[in-house]
């Protein structure tokens, strides 16, 4: 994963992890009949929102990212089979600059 989708996914997780804190206490409050019941419910209904703009935030950051850079992860078989093609390109041009073997 690319830096900038990776900040953007650990900034989601922490948002996400927060307001599923806050929500918790939120219901806590409830049922312990708190004042504080009331403005962690407003604080838990804004995290939500913010949580979900961070989540679209980690989708925007990853498709600019493959837009501009292109898809970078290539298959292991398709990236073994170039290398190979490439050891024996290098390979035989290693052995024409030799010029021929003595017998």
């Known amino acids: 994963m690319p830096d900038p ?10 948002i996400m992890s927060l307001t599923i804190i806050q929500a918790v206490v939120a219901f806590l409050c409830t049922l ?3 004042w504080l019941a009331f403005p962690m ?7 939500t929102v913010v949580a979900t703009w961070s989540v679209l ?4 950051t ?8 292109g898809v970078v992860s290539v298959p292991s ?26 017998p």
């Open 32 to 34: 312990a009949g708190s």
């Open 77 to 102: 078989s398709t990236a073994r089979r170039m290398r190979r093609e490439r050891r024996a390109a290098r390979r035989a041009a290693r052995a024409r600059s030799r010029g021929p073997s003595p």
């Open 62 to 69: 990853r498709q600019v990212w493959n837009q501009r850079n």
């Open 57 to 60: 935030d980690v989708w925007v």
């Open 5 to 14: 989708v990776r900040t953007a996914a650990v900034r989601a997780v922490l």
């Open 41 to 47: 419910v407003l604080s838990s209904v804004a995290g």
